[in-house]
């Protein structure tokens, strides 16, 4: 499948994940997750505003997306760094 193919161009476009999953027939959200990182990672300009996915018109698209997907990577590191902490320290009581 390439999702390309069901993923509109522009913004005012946009397909949530449930339409997505829709009309692509893909079985659940995960799934549709790993096709659209697939495609990111040969290149494709998928972007994704929050409520829906769409193929990049302009630079500037792409740069939201962009910025919008390194705020939520620096969030998931700070909470991975909480979880080792946590890790530590329970490792920590265990162990007197």
């Known amino acids: 499948m390439n999702i390309l193919n069901f993923i509109p161009t522009g913004k005012e476009n946009r397909l ?3 339409a997505l999953l829709h009309i692509t ?5 995960a799934e ?8 990111r990672k040969q290149g494709a300009p998928i972007c994704n ?4 996915y769409y193929l990049a ?3 500037e698209d792409l740069e939201r997306s962009i910025r919008r997907m390194g705020s939520r990577i620096s969030k998931q590191i ?4 909480g979880m080792e902490k946590a890790a530590r320290e329970l490792s920590d009581t265990r162990s007197t």
């Open 49 to 52: 505003d929050g409520t829906g």
């Open 78 to 81: 700070a909470a991975k760094k």
């Open 16 to 18: 949530t994940t449930s």
């Open 32 to 39: 549709l997750r790993r096709e659209i990182a697939t495609a």
């Open 57 to 59: 018109e302009h630079p």
């Open 25 to 29: 027939g893909i079985k659940d959200s």
